[in-house]
C-alpha cells in the first residue's frame, strides 16, 4: 500500500473540515529520562492502590458482531463485576476518536483501525446499564464545533439506539461546552510538569471514569492504550494551537512543541519546565493527566486494530498493516491494564527505559505513572485472568 503523504494535522483537518459543517505503589530508581525537570525524588507518591485493582482480564473477541457484549461481559465477571463500581453512579466514558476524520482506512472503517468502535460502545453502555449505572456520558475533545451526537452520527454511529439504553449524554469537551467553568483539578504530588489541569465540566461531575481505548503503537509515547487516551481530554480552548478562543478546535500543538507556540501560556505547567522534545513530554503530561484525573475502569479494544503509530499519518505505520490480535482487555487499574496490554502487543518487558521497544524513542509513560504509586507495570505483580498473555499475544513488531 502506497506511504500517506499525511502529516497528523493535515490528516485531521480533512476530517475537521467535513465535521463543522454538520450540526498499588511501588518505588523504583530515577529513570533515564530526556530532560532535567521533576526527578523522582521531587515527586510525591499518590496513596498506594489496594493491590485487587491489578486484576486484569483478557478475552478472545474476533469480530465486532454480538460477541463484544458476550466477551465484555466476560471481561467484567473476571474482574468481579462492575456492579459495586457503578451501580446508582455516573459514568463517563472517554472514547477515541483521534479526531473527525471518518473515512475509511486500509479499505475498513475506522473502528476497525485506529478510533473508538461503535460495537464496543453499544456493548459497554448496555453493561454498565444493565450493572445499574444511573447515567453514561461519552466524551471527547473533537476537531469539531458540532455536538459530540452530531460528529457521531457522520461516523455512521447509531446514536438514537444508544440512547434508547437509557440515560445517555454527550459532550464534545474541547472547550467549556455544556458547563459554566472549567473544572481545576490538581496533581496530587505535585506532578512532573503540571501541577493542576483545567479541564470541561465532564471529568469532575462524574463518579466514575472509564477509558476506552484501542490497542496501539504512539509515535511519541511508544503505545497509546488506556491512559494516553486521557491526553485528549485537555481542552483544544486551553492546551490547543489556537488556545485563547472558545471556538478553538485545532491540536494539542503546545502541549508537544512549545517552541512554537511561545505566546501561549498552558495553566498548571510547572514554571521549572524547560524540556522541549515532545518524547519526553507527552509521557509525562500523559502520567500527569491520569493523576489528575484517575481511570476507574480500563478497557482496550484489540479485537482489530493498527500498527506502527496511532493512525495512518504516522510514517512508522508504512505500508500500513491491518493487525488482528482478536482481544479484549479490561482492568480496574489504568498502569496493570496498559502492562498487559503492552504484553500483548509482542512487547517483552511493559517497564522498559527508553531505548527499549516499545519506548525506542521515548519515555515510558506507564514506569512514570508506577513511579508515582498510580499502580504497577510489572506483569509478576499482576493477577491476569481468562486468556494467558502467552495466547494473547499478537507481535506489533
Same mark, same amino acid.
Given at each position: 500500500?502506497?506511504?500517506?503523504?499525511?502529516?497528523?494535522?493535515?490528516?485531521?483537518?480533512?476530517?475537521?473540515?467535513?465535521?463543522?459543517?454538520?450540526?498499588?505503589?511501588?518505588?523504583?530508581?530515577?529513570? #533515564?529520562?530526556?530532560? $532535567?525537570?521533576?526527578?523522582? #525524588?521531587?515527586?510525591?507518591?499518590?496513596?498506594?492502590?489496594? /493491590?485487587?485493582?491489578?486484576?486484569?482480564? %483478557?478475552?478472545?473477541?474476533?469480530?465486532?458482531?454480538?460477541?463484544? /457484549?458476550?466477551?465484555?461481559?466476560?471481561?467484567?465477571?473476571?474482574?468481579? !463485576?462492575?456492579?459495586?463500581?457503578?451501580?446508582?453512579?455516573?459514568?463517563?466514558?472517554?472514547?477515541?476518536?483521534?479526531?473527525?476524520?471518518?473515512?475509511?482506512?486500509?479499505?475498513?472503517?475506522?473502528?476497525?483501525?485506529?478510533?473508538?468502535?461503535?460495537?464496543?460502545?453499544? $456493548?459497554?453502555? #448496555?453493561?454498565?446499564?444493565?450493572?445499574?449505572?444511573?447515567?453514561?456520558?461519552?466524551?471527547? *475533545?473533537?476537531?469539531?464545533?458540532?455536538?459530540?451526537? *452530531?460528529?457521531?452520527?457522520?461516523?455512521?454511529?447509531?446514536?438514537?439506539?444508544?440512547?434508547?439504553?437509557?440515560?445517555?449524554?454527550?459532550?464534545?469537551?474541547?472547550?467549556?461546552?455544556? !458547563?459554566? +467553568?472549567? $473544572?481545576?483539578?490538581?496533581?496530587?504530588?505535585?506532578?512532573?510538569?503540571?501541577?493542576?489541569?483545567?479541564?470541561?465540566?465532564?471529568?469532575?461531575?462524574?463518579?466514575?471514569?472509564?477509558?476506552?481505548?484501542?490497542?496501539?503503537?504512539?509515535?511519541?509515547?511508544?503505545?497509546?492504550?488506556?491512559?494516553?487516551?486521557?491526553?485528549?481530554?485537555?481542552?483544544?480552548?486551553?492546551?490547543?494551537? +489556537? $488556545?485563547?478562543?472558545?471556538?478553538?478546535?485545532?491540536?494539542?500543538?503546545?502541549?508537544?512543541?512549545?517552541?512554537?507556540?511561545? +505566546?501561549?501560556?498552558?495553566?498548571?505547567?510547572? @514554571?521549572?519546565?524547560?524540556?522541549?522534545?515532545?518524547?519526553?513530554?507527552?509521557?509525562? %503530561?500523559?502520567?500527569?493527566?491520569?493523576?489528575?484525573? @484517575?481511570?476507574?475502569?480500563?478497557?482496550?479494544?484489540?479485537?482489530? *486494530?493498527?500498527?506502527?503509530?496511532?493512525?495512518?499519518?504516522?510514517?512508522?505505520?508504512?505500508?500500513?498493516?491491518?493487525?488482528?490480535?482478536?482481544?479484549? %482487555?479490561?482492568?480496574?487499574?489504568?498502569?496493570?491494564?496498559?502492562?498487559?496490554?503492552?504484553?500483548?502487543?509482542?512487547?517483552?518487558? @511493559?517497564?522498559?527505559?527508553?531505548?527499549?521497544?516499545?519506548?525506542?524513542?521515548?519515555?515510558?509513560?506507564?514506569?512514570?505513572?508506577?513511579?508515582?504509586?498510580?499502580?504497577?507495570?510489572?506483569?509478576? +505483580?499482576?493477577?491476569?485472568?481468562?486468556?494467558?498473555?502467552?495466547?494473547?499475544?499478537?507481535?506489533?513488531?
Amino acid at each position: 500500500m502506497k506511504t500517506h503523504a499525511y502529516t497528523r494535522r493535515q490528516f485531521l483537518h480533512l476530517g475537521a473540515t467535513v465535521a463543522s459543517a454538520a450540526p498499588l505503589g511501588f518505588c523504583l530508581n530515577r529513570l #533515564s529520562v530526556s530532560g $532535567a525537570e521533576a526527578p523522582t #525524588s521531587q515527586i510525591k507518591k499518590t496513596p498506594a492502590r489496594n /493491590r485487587s485493582d491489578c486484576k486484569v482480564s %483478557i478475552v478472545a473477541c474476533k469480530s465486532y458482531g454480538a460477541e463484544v /457484549r458476550t466477551a465484555l461481559a466476560q471481561c467484567f465477571d473476571l474482574l468481579g !463485576g462492575i456492579g459495586s463500581l457503578v451501580k446508582n453512579k455516573t459514568v463517563t466514558v472517554k472514547l477515541n476518536l483521534t479526531g473527525t476524520n471518518f473515512a475509511y482506512v486500509f479499505n475498513r472503517p475506522v473502528g476497525e483501525s485506529y478510533m473508538t468502535h461503535p460495537a464496543t460502545v453499544m $456493548a459497554l453502555s #448496555s453493561l454498565l446499564f444493565d450493572a445499574g449505572a444511573k447515567r453514561v456520558r461519552f466524551v471527547e *475533545s473533537t476537531q469539531s464545533k458540532a455536538e459530540l451526537e *452530531s460528529t457521531l452520527a457522520l461516523a455512521d454511529w447509531d446514536v438514537n439506539a444508544l440512547t434508547a439504553l437509557g440515560t445517555v449524554e454527550f459532550e464534545n469537551t474541547r472547550n467549556l461546552g455544556k !458547563g459554566k +467553568q472549567y $473544572a481545576h483539578l490538581r496533581v496530587p504530588g505535585g506532578g512532573y510538569m503540571f501541577s493542576s489541569f483545567e479541564f470541561n465540566h465532564a471529568y469532575e461531575e462524574t463518579d466514575v471514569m472509564v477509558s476506552l481505548a484501542k490497542l496501539k503503537n504512539h509515535i511519541t509515547a511508544g503505545v497509546t492504550l488506556s491512559m494516553k487516551n486521557l491526553f485528549g481530554i485537555t481542552p483544544n480552548s486551553l492546551y490547543g494551537d +489556537q $488556545a485563547g478562543s472558545e471556538d478553538a478546535t485545532a491540536g494539542r500543538g503546545p502541549l508537544h512543541s512549545p517552541r512554537r507556540f511561545g +505566546q501561549i501560556k498552558l495553566p498548571g505547567l510547572k @514554571p521549572d519546565v524547560t524540556s522541549t522534545d515532545p518524547t519526553y513530554r507527552v509521557p509525562h %503530561i500523559v502520567t500527569d493527566i491520569c493523576t489528575a484525573r @484517575p481511570i476507574h475502569l480500563a478497557i482496550i479494544d484489540g479485537i482489530t *486494530s493498527m500498527s506502527g503509530g496511532e493512525g495512518p499519518w504516522c510514517r512508522d505505520a508504512a505500508p500500513l498493516k491491518l493487525t488482528t490480535p482478536g482481544v479484549l %482487555i479490561a482492568g480496574l487499574n489504568p498502569v496493570a491494564a496498559d502492562a498487559v496490554g503492552t504484553a500483548v502487543m509482542g512487547y517483552e518487558n @511493559p517497564r522498559a527505559t527508553r531505548g527499549t521497544k516499545p519506548f525506542g524513542f521515548c519515555d515510558n509513560h506507564l514506569l512514570l505513572a508506577e513511579q508515582v504509586g498510580l499502580g504497577t507495570a510489572d506483569l509478576a +505483580q499482576i493477577d491476569v485472568r481468562g486468556l494467558p498473555i502467552e495466547k494473547a499475544r499478537y507481535p506489533y513488531g
